[in-house]
């Protein structure tokens, strides 16, 4: 469908757990609302819940929500807003899954409406950085994620897949009686991750509710350095000023600052990496450094 020019676009991230009875009908019924709307993204559906990211028309993504908010099931659902361009996805995708975050724990699974961290709002985490509380955050995103912007007081256990998370890194260990938050970048995977904590046995866990989006927007440059990794054509997004905007993020071949985000052109491999415009652009099929270094050993 193509875009219309003359009107502002929105995009939407939203999730909710909820038992899904018949997540076939509701993928059906969702793919039939969103081509109603002219909505593009990628709407994931299984029997644990929904989980979705949209773009279409102010109108239409509004229209969107009001439809969604008629099913009881999902009038409670916080939706994140952003601007679009009209250009954020090339298509709609609307799927069933086991589950609508990959985290494969199989007996172990957890479900976040009965086990989960303490939920911390944005306001609230705020203030503990205001009043220097002693915390530690832990990003639960993949690695490529937290080189383009990350919390202060934060570390990574070294996620390359969230679905990592299972066999996380003993890195963590040293954290167990510590008052532990747990971040993402809309909050789904903390639902499950910060649950995950608690039962290894993780004394004072907590989410940040909402994730990283709803901090951001309220707290613009505070605590948080760096740009938010975005799964869609922007990539990455800022809320403040041009001029007060800090790049953290370095290409993974020259080391100068960049944010952009690349896959590496060896399809066995097809990681994600930070590769500015000046090593990457003129060359699409350049691999990512680690591949490039493998290669190189092997020539020697």
Not at 2 to 28: G, S, V
Not at 261 to 271: I, L, Y
Request: some cysteine.
């Amino acid at each position: 469908m193509k875009k219309d020019e003359t009107k502002k676009h929105q995009i939407l991230l939203y999730y909710k757990y909820i038992n899904i009875e018949d997540p076939e009908a509701l993928k059906i019924s969702q793919r039939e609302l969103c081509e109603k709307l002219g909505l593009l993204g990628r709407i994931i559906v299984a029997e644990e819940g929904i989980n979705g990211t949209l773009e279409g028309t102010v109108e239409n993504t509004e229209a969107y929500i009001s439809e969604m908010k008629k099913d009881e099931r999902f009038a409670d659902i916080v939706f994140k807003k952003s601007n679009g361009d009209g250009d954020s996805f090339p298509r709609l995708s609307v799927k069933n899954r086991p589950e609508i975050v990959s985290l494969k724990l199989g007996d172990q699974d957890i479900n976040p409406n009965d086990f989960t961290g303490e939920r911390l709002t944005a306001d609230e985490l705020h203030k503990w950085f205001e009043e220097d509380k002693d915390f530690i955050m832990v990003d639960m995103r993949n690695d490529y994620e937290y080189e383009v912007g990350k919390f202060d007081k934060s570390i990574h256990p070294k996620l390359r897949n969230f679905r990592d998370l299972s066999t996380m890194s003993d890195e963590l260990e040293d954290y167990k009686d510590k008052t532990v938050v747990t971040y993402c970048t809309g909050g789904v995977r903390c639902e499950k991750a910060s649950g995950l904590l608690k039962k290894k046995g993780f004394k004072d866990v907590y989410q940040l509710h909402d994730g990283m989006v709803t901090y951001m927007e309220k707290y613009p440059a505070k605590n948080f350095k760096g740009s938010l990794f975005v799964f869609d054509k922007r990539q990455t997004m800022y809320f403040e000023d041009e001029k007060d905007h800090e790049i953290i993020g370095v290409c993974g071949h020259c080391k100068k600052p960049a944010e952009r985000m690349r896959n590496c052109a060896d399809t066995k491999c097809n990681k994600k990496y930070i590769g500015c415009k000046d090593c990457v652009e003129s060359d699409r099929s350049r691999e990512c450094p680690v591949c490039e270094k493998k290669k190189m050993k092997v020539n020697i």
